[in-house]
Structure formats: structure tokens, C-alpha cells
């Protein structure tokens, strides 16, 4: 059974930081490139970042030198740093692999920006 927990998400003021972590069990951390998604209220899930499993790294225009996404394969573990927070960065954040598996989302974290 494959299981994906996002954490790390909460509110922020514009400009702020914050560091999400995805911790995946089973084998599926170690065989799948890995991404973060996001999904805003009335708005579809779209992908913002990605890493494969040699570090090759994609990343949404909108996220583009504000994001980082990395992955520590002895934890099990993939980041993602977000710096220069925007309001409409303001959304739920998943990871899952890329492209993305239907039966292994997580429940998310929440990200909020706002003063």
C-alpha cells in the first residue's frame, strides 16, 4: 500500500517562507520521479514542481526562482521551499509521482498567503 503524507503547509504573510515535506512508503519513492501539485478553491490541480530521480528538476512559470523542490532518498522524503510567498500561491498542495497516480493522493496541506 502506497502512502504519500504532505505536511508543512499554514498561513503566511506575503513575501514569507515556508517548507513543505512529502514522506512516500513503499517502493514508490525510490522508482518514480516526484512532483507538487496544487489546487485552489474552483480551480484544477495543476502541476508547480517537479524532480526526477537523478535531481533533473521542472518548475512552473508561476514558481519559477521562488520554488525549490528536492529529495532525500534516505528519508524518503521529497521538499519543497517557497520563498517570496504570493497570495495566489493560496491553495492545497499534494505530492504525488509524475505523472501522477490516480489511487495514491494524500490528503494535502494548506497554504495560505494573506496579511
Known amino acids: 500500500q502506497v502512502q504519500l503524507v504532505e505536511s508543512g503547509g499554514g498561513l503566511v504573510q506575503p513575501g514569507g517562507s515556508l517548507r513543505l515535506s512529502c514522506a512516500a512508503s513503499g517502493s514508490i519513492f525510490s522508482i518514480y520521479d516526484m512532483g507538487w501539485y496544487r489546487q485552489a478553491p474552483g480551480k484544477q490541480r495543476d502541476r508547480v514542481a517537479s524532480?526526477?530521480?537523478?535531481?533533473?528538476?521542472y518548475y512552473a512559470d508561476s514558481v519559477k526562482g521562488r520554488f525549490t523542490i528536492s529529495r532525500d532518498k534516505s528519508k524518503n522524503t521529497v521538499y519543497l521551499q517557497m520563498n517570496s510567498l504570493k497570495p495566489e500561491d493560496t491553495a492545497v498542495y499534494y505530492c504525488?509521482?509524475?505523472?501522477?497516480?490516480?489511487?495514491?493522493w494524500g490528503q494535502g496541506t494548506q497554504v495560505t498567503v494573506s496579511s
Open positions: 524532480i526526477t530521480g537523478v535531481g533533473n528538476t
Open positions: 504525488n509521482t509524475v505523472p501522477a497516480r490516480a489511487g495514491v
